[in-house]
């Protein structure tokens, strides 16, 4: 089968390499999973703005053969670098003519307009639920300019989904609201890991959180947790990112005198990020929205006891009391309360760290999510009459 990601249309060059853009999040997947897909025999292709490749544009990495769309930098990053996404969309779609792939795997709305007119099949995953109503407050009260640009986001992204074959919902939530649109070629799958390079080794005594420094991440509620119980014990906080937050959140650890208990570490590479996993106490995601957490997952398939906002992903994960824990978005109390039940009982988070490791292995491998692409590509064929290549 000849199957093509198209890579959103951001630029990647080797100072934000492809594969460790965003660290966990859309080139993250889309890189594995496509390396999963080559290695079982399909005939795989990444199209993106890769300045990272040698000068022919073209390279294959793993059996990935990777295409590099040359463009112009409009410098319209103020506006999200919207007009840069629509003309990379516009542009690829010569290039994927010219392969002419059995199917399309669509994943940045910008990106994926021009390309999902194309007659060919595809589907659409929902990385980013910003465009969906139940995230439109949060987005007008972060930035004044969603006031305009999130119903256009909104008009854009339906316009996709209704022309694909099918969307990939990464969560129950996306999946049950797309419902409700009207939309009704929907398959839930996860995103995915590679189990084997996780491990549990040890418990270096800290808490930690990993991700982006911004309102979205609720950071100021572990904080505020954490100042209600770090003098009663010694563990230590881990932060481990950048983003808009971080002056704020600095200073909110000297104005509480907490410095010697909160440490900021700068985004790391996977295998740093792998390292800090293994031996933390307790990973914490105190998040306002989620899609399909790949840190949670990669925290669990380092046999960690998990705490996490009760929302929609999270919730899809852990089953409380089971694998992780879960508390209501914002309640300091709860997440308090949390904290001291893990950092009292070694035992409590040893029990659930096995659990959370079964979890992953049993659903969140990339092998297994591989399995699931491949599934719906078969059915796309069979409903549109076609025997799968």
């Not at 859309?26 to 990272?52: M, N, Q």
């Not at 649109?181 to 995915?192: D, E, R, V, Y």
């Not at 590509?377 to 009459?385: A, V």
Request: charged content about 25%; glycine content about 6%; some cysteine.
């Amino acid at each position: 089968m000849k199957i093509l990601f198209l890579a959103p249309g951001l630029l990647y060059s080797q100072k934000r390499p492809f594969e460790k853009f965003k660290q966990l999040g859309t080139e993250s997947e889309i890189y594995r999973i496509s390396k999963e897909l080559a290695k079982i025999g399909h005939d795989v292709y990444v199209i993106g703005r890769f300045r990272e490749l040698s000068k022919t544009g073209h390279e294959i990495i793993e059996g990935v053969k990777f295409i590099d769309i040359k463009m112009p930098h409009l410098k319209d990053e103020i506006i999200y670098e919207t007009g840069s996404l629509l003309l990379y969309s516009k542009l690829a779609m010569k290039t994927i003519k010219n392969i002419n792939p059995d199917i399309i795997n669509l994943n940045d709305r910008f990106s994926a307009y021009f390309v999902s007119k194309l007659n060919i099949p595809m589907t659409f995953v929902t990385h980013n639920p910003d465009a969906m109503e139940f995230y439109k407050d949060f987005s007008l009260e972060n930035n004044f300019l969603n006031k305009y640009f999130f119903p256009f986001k909104k008009k854009i992204e339906e316009e996709v989904l209704s022309r694909s074959n099918m969307i990939i919902a990464l969560n129950s939530d996306i999946q049950n609201y797309l419902y409700k649109k009207g939309f009704t070629n929907i398959s839930l799958i996860p995103n995915g890991i590679d189990a084997n390079k996780y491990r549990n080794e040890g418990d270096d005594n800290y808490i930690l959180f990993a991700g982006r420094y911004n309102k979205v991440k609720g950071i100021e509620y572990l904080l505020q947790s954490f100042l209600r119980i770090h003098q009663n014990f010694s563990t230590t906080l881990l932060l481990v990112g950048s983003g808009t937050e971080e002056e704020s959140i600095k200073k909110f650890t000297t104005t509480n005198n907490m410095e010697h208990k909160v440490k900021f570490v700068s985004t790391l590479d996977k295998i740093e990020l792998r390292e800090c996993l293994s031996k933390c106490s307790l990973f914490v995601l105190p998040s306002l929205f989620e899609c399909m957490p790949v840190t949670l997952l990669e925290a669990m398939a380092s046999g960690k006891t998990v705490i996490a906002s009760d929302i929609a992903g999270p919730n899809d994960i852990i089953k409380h009391g089971h694998n992780g824990f879960l508390f209501e978005k914002q309640n300091t109390n709860e997440l308090k309360k949390l904290l001291e039940l893990c950092l009292s009982d070694k035992k409590l988070r040893e029990k659930i760290g096995t659990n959370a490791r079964t979890t992953i292995e049993e659903k969140y491998t990339f092998k297994q999510v591989a399995q699931q692409y491949i599934d719906n590509y078969e059915h796309i064929f069979k409903m549109n009459g076609n025997i799968a290549p």
